[in-house]
């Protein structure tokens, strides 16, 4: 069994290693260090609250050390990849920290994720245990994680949270279940990989993401340093809690790392978060820019009853925030704005809390850190002038330098010299600040859930009738970007429409946000001058119907 430093992973070059540890940028702890410091700081302050309880620090940790026992009686130990997929509830919170206790490492999934996402991460981490809820928006989580371990025969443990007054399948065991006694157990290496985050869009093996305690929990502190995270601060991770964003900028982990609180919800709809602000007094949420649009124009009719009153700043990242909207949150909702751009890989890009309004509302900030390195370049890798677009590159101490066991993702994605391609095209203004312009690849960006092209493409030419398949973005109000499918189909005499094109792709088990937002049936594709199929006659087409 490997142990987490021996994981097919890119490490940073040993002297900047070392200097990152003599100049304390990387502060020589884990996740477990952490919360164990909160815990002896802030024993009874709360932790986690979430739609029906609420755990003190202690608590927590009570919690974190019994299910860490139990995961060791059941054979998961050091090293271990373990996948997590668990809707927004306090099980998530000690789940993690459970297995950061025992040194195995969890490879976070989302609720969303359905058969052909799990199996490809099972297969591509080397899993031995998934651990989900029972059932979440009426799904069946149970039996998808059964019928994935059957697909990867490493997976030899599904763990289920149960519901009450409902059976388990057979041949799964109950998470209430695991429990045991406290126990002395070795402190991890903090330059160890602490867990494998999934990157956005990716095909074929899934290109996974090795963050290690010192490269990740530099990237929390920092972020609590410039959006001023304190033990005072009521953090409500309203979106999936397993994406980069809720979990770190400043997200859960800050708010814990602060001795500050965390807020649980199931539903990100208004109705949902804002009553958990009203019930826990919640001061910052991390919203989507589609998310962001719906709070403010439930907000801006005055009509929903909750007092928001506690809520101090909205951070809207995930994609790029539209300039007007922008500039209506903080009138609506009260609070203000610091917008956000980063990536999993990386590199955090903040509005500042003193910024200028025009720099908050058309901007997405610029690095978090002094220690990040920049550059905005050309097709060539020359860099370009201040305030002309360009491709965004870095390196830091806390963005990777390879993903997992994946060397042609890492040939595409770094250059020789360590730096990661973003696949950003971005313009840069004299004080640094970062306006995002758009994406390099065909990557489509719905609403914060990154939509690989590709990927959705294999599965529609898996249909019998589906000869040919091109998927584009269009520009949406609402999403940001919205996806849209073209395809040409065999002479039948009757061939498949969109509708049922969309319903064939649902039934492969793709997550909901990556199924089409529209199928068009074509007779032939536009060319470019040199035969390739032309994406951008496709978009202009989809313009022109409006």
Request: hydrophobic share 40%.
């Amino acid at each position: 069994m490997p142990s987490p430093g021996s994981l097919p992973f890119t490490p940073w070059p040993h002297e900047e290693a070392e200097r990152y540890r003599r100049e304390g940028i990387w502060a020589g702890i884990t996740f477990d260090q952490m919360l164990r410091r909160s815990v002896d700081r802030h024993a009874q302050s709360t932790a986690v609250v979430d739609v029906d309880r609420r755990w003190s620090y202690r608590e927590l940790d009570d919690r974190v050390d019994a299910l860490a026992s139990g995961l060791a009686d059941l054979g998961i130990g050091a090293g271990d990849r373990v996948m997590v997929q668990l809707p927004n509830r306090a099980e998530y919170v000690a789940t993690v920290f459970a297995l950061f206790r025992i040194g195995a490492l969890p490879v976070f999934c989302l609720p969303a994720h359905r058969s052909a996402e799990l199996t490809a991460l099972g297969r591509a981490s080397g899993a031995i245990a998934v651990i989900t809820a029972h059932l979440h928006e009426r799904f069946d989580h149970a039996e998808l994680a059964r019928s994935v371990a059957e697909e990867v025969p490493a997976l030899r443990h599904v763990i289920v949270v149960p519901e009450p007054e409902r059976e388990l399948p057979t041949g799964v065991v109950d998470f209430t279940t695991l429990t045991g006694e406290p126990r002395t157990r070795p402190v991890a290496d903090p330059g160890a990989v602490a867990f494998l985050q999934l990157s956005g869009g990716s095909t074929g093996i899934p290109k996974l993401i090795p963050r290690t305690h010192d490269d990740y929990l530099y990237s929390v502190v920092r972020s609590n340093d410039v959006c001023g995270v304190t033990s005072d601060t009521v953090y409500l991770a309203t979106l999936p809690v397993a994406h980069n964003f809720p979990m770190s900028s400043p997200g859960i982990l800050g708010a814990l790392a602060a001795g500050g609180t965390v807020a649980l919800t199931l539903s990100p709809a208004p109705a949902a978060a804002f009553e958990m602000i009203e019930r826990a007094g919640v001061t910052m949420t991390g919203l989507v820019p589609p998310l962001a649009r719906l709070w403010t124009e439930t907000a801006e009719k005055r009509e929903h009853g909750f007092d928001l009153s506690s809520l101090t700043t909205v951070l809207v990242g995930g994609a790029r925030c539209p300039d007007e909207l922008a500039a209506r949150i903080e009138p609506a909702l009260g609070a203000q704005l610091q917008q956000v751009f980063g990536m999993a890989e990386g590199l955090v890009c903040y509005t500042r809390l003193d910024d200028p309004a025009d720099v908050v509302t058309t901007t997405q900030g610029r690095p978090m850190s002094e220690h990040d390195r920049v550059r905005v370049v050309d097709d060539a890798g020359e860099d370009v002038p201040t305030g002309t677009e360009g491709h965004l590159i870095t390196q830091g101490p806390y963005t990777i330098r390879g993903y997992y066991d994946n060397p042609d993702a890492n040939a595409r994605s770094f250059t020789d010299d360590g730096w990661y391609r973003t696949g950003d095209i971005v313009r840069r203004d004299e004080a640094g600040n970062i306006t995002v312009c758009g994406r390099d690849v065909d990557r489509i960006n719905r609403g914060g859930e990154k939509v690989s092209a590709e990927e959705v493409e294999e599965h529609l030419l898996a249909h019998p009738a589906v000869r040919d398949a091109v998927v584009v973005a269009v520009a949406d109000p609402y999403l940001g970007e919205r996806t849209c499918a073209f395809v040409l189909v065999t002479d039948e005499a009757e061939p498949p429409r969109g509708g049922q094109i969309r319903a064939f792709v649902r039934g492969r088990g793709l997550a909901n946000w990556k199924i089409p937002d529209t199928v068009t049936v074509l007779d032939t594709f536009p060319e470019t001058g040199v035969g390739k199929t032309s994406r951008k006659e496709l978009r202009r087409l989809l313009t022109a119907r409006g």
